[in-house]
């Protein structure tokens, strides 16, 4: 059940220096209302997202094609309101084609990622920072999901990327507060190293190494 979540991030005061631009998205669907509060904080899941493996998202690669494909979208509707594998899910995602989509399943739709990050930089925040996700196996409840549009299987996110991204999650992790040796231990992760299967998320093309050094580097010394 929902707890009247509204976490969010105060990025200008926890990252100054910083100077992109930050979009409040928190009421992109209804079912952003209906998440659960996660627990403790204990990583920062990144990942990749609008590439050919998300066709309808493709087409865009912005904030407001993200959010068409996971609430309108059966594969990404799909997603993010039904149990189980990704395989299981396709005969559903089928017959949601050809009838429309359940109201019940729209109604609870969501972006599942807390942030999107694009190209130019710019951040959307999408969910409460207590909500949770639907993004990484075993840090939904308790993980944070940080999403930069592109395809880091073949190209590099821009520079301008990479600056936002560890803005967000320097921010993130001084703005949840704790000791500066209990924000060390919070768990900088790319989606793959949360998975059994690698997925070539965020990609091989990602600096997931340069960001985790950038991050810790930015942080108080313990």
Known sequence: MAQNLVGLLDLRTYQPGWSGSFVDRRDHAPGVAQRPQRTPLKGI????????????????????SIIRFFTQDPEGVATVTMDG????????????????????????AFVPYAFLIEPSGAVSQ???????????PGYN?????????GDFRTDPPTPAQ????????VALLLQNGGSPLAQRHVQILGHDET????????????????????????????
């Open 141 to 149: 409840q308790s993980g944070i999901g940080v999403a930069f549009i």
């Open 85 to 108: 594998s990704y395989d299981s899910k396709v005969p559903m995602m089928e017959k949601w084609r050809a009838s429309g989509i359940p109201a019940a399943n729209l109604a609870r």
């Open 45 to 64: 899941v990144l990942h990749r997202i609008g590439d050919a493996e998300h066709a309808p998202v493709a087409e865009g690669r912005d904030v407001d």
């Open 195 to 222: 998975r059994p299967t690698p997925k070539l998320c965020p990609g091989p093309n990602f600096p997931l190494q340069q960001i985790k050094q950038r991050i810790m580097a930015a942080l108080p010394t313990p």
């Open 162 to 169: 990479v600056d936002s991204g560890v803005a967000v999650c």
């Open 126 to 136: 999408m969910l409460p920072l207590e909500a949770v996700g639907a993004h990484a």
